[in-house]
């Protein structure tokens, strides 16, 4: 446990699967900000921890870090038997990804392991992670889910066949359950993150060094409106996402920078 508060927070708990450097941890920091006991999960424990720490510390939140293999449903199961001994879960975000080389990959190379460890990740994952919440969120006739996808959500790439098929996956999941569970009072979203996610530029400033050689670089990635996407702003939508009037609540959302794309 790395905790800054003596209690659960009654809001319940905030799990978001799949919390690396960037958007992951983004997200966990705003949603603790924001006073909920947050779980974060992903494979790396050791880095997972530090994390929470941080997190703990900045937000005086209470911060849980909990090991996941999101391509296996046993492992999937154990953590949330953590993350729910915590208390409800209010909110899920699944953020995870299985890592791929950003080579094209010929589709007769392509290995049928990988192209299933893909599968597997992107949207099995979400499905199991989804059940272990949603019968806590129905009975209590509330809650929030939101999916992180990508470019390959929408569009089939030559030589990310194992990734787009993944992502296709996980959008027709996400879609499926937000007309299922929306009646039920279970507001589920797909985030389409069009474009690369940057360190955040909260950091990025941070870190410039006046007449450092990296500097003009550094300052370049962390203006707004370049090709980098900063993860703290993409956790503002996702907060927004999560408190949206019910009337008119959002089932897919696509963002993008507004500078120049490469694809």
């Known amino acids: 446990m790395r905790s800054m508060a003596s209690s659960p927070s009654p809001k319940g708990i905030a799990a978001i699967v799949g919390v690396g450097p960037k958007l992951g941890r983004s997200i966990a920091r705003k949603f603790a900000h924001e006073g909920y006991t947050v779980a974060i999960l992903s494979r790396d424990l050791g880095k997972l921890s530090r994390f929470a720490d941080e997190i703990a510390r900045d937000e005086k939140a209470q911060v849980f870090a909990i090991r996941i293999d999101c391509s296996e449903s046993r492992s999937i199961r154990e953590a949330f038997e953590g993350v729910l001994s915590l208390g409800f879960v209010e909110v899920l975000v699944y953020n995870a990804y299985h890592p791929m080389s950003w080579t094209p990959t010929s589709f007769s190379d392509m290995k049928v392991d990988h192209?299933?460890?893909?599968?597997?990740?992107?949207?099995?994952?979400?499905?199991?992670?989804?059940?272990?919440?949603?019968?806590?969120?129905?009975?209590?006739?509330?809650?929030?889910?939101?999916?992180?996808?990508?470019?390959?959500?929408?569009?089939?790439?030559?030589?990310?066949?194992?990734?787009?098929?993944?992502?296709?996956?996980?959008?027709?999941?996400?879609?499926?359950?937000?007309?299922?569970?929306?009646?039920?009072?279970?507001?589920?979203?797909?985030?389409?993150?069009?474009?690369?996610?940057?360190?955040?530029?909260?950091?990025?400033?941070?870190?410039?060094?006046?007449?450092?050689?990296?500097?003009?670089?550094?300052?370049?990635?962390?203006?707004?409106?370049?090709?980098?996407?900063?993860?703290?702003?993409?956790?503002?939508?996702?907060?927004?996402?999560?408190?949206?009037?019910?009337?008119?609540?959002?089932?897919?959302?696509?963002?993008?920078?507004?500078?120049?794309?490469?694809?």
């Open 115 to 263: 192209f299933e460890k893909s599968l597997a990740v992107s949207s099995v994952g979400a499905f199991h992670c989804a059940q272990q919440v949603l019968a806590g969120m129905v009975d209590r006739g509330r809650g929030t889910i939101l999916f992180t996808g990508c470019s390959a959500s929408l569009n089939g790439i030559a030589g990310y066949s194992d990734l787009c098929c993944g992502k296709f996956a996980l959008r027709a999941l996400s879609q499926s359950l937000a007309r299922e569970l929306q009646p039920l009072g279970v507001h589920v979203a797909h985030v389409i993150i069009d474009g690369t996610v940057g360190v955040p530029r909260s950091i990025v400033q941070s870190n410039l060094q006046p007449r450092s050689s990296t500097s003009s670089s550094v300052e370049q990635s962390s203006r707004g409106g370049d090709v980098f996407m900063d993860p703290d702003t993409l956790a503002q939508t996702y907060w927004q996402l999560h408190i949206q009037e019910r009337s008119t609540w959002t089932q897919e959302i696509d963002l993008r920078p507004g500078g120049p794309r490469f694809i």
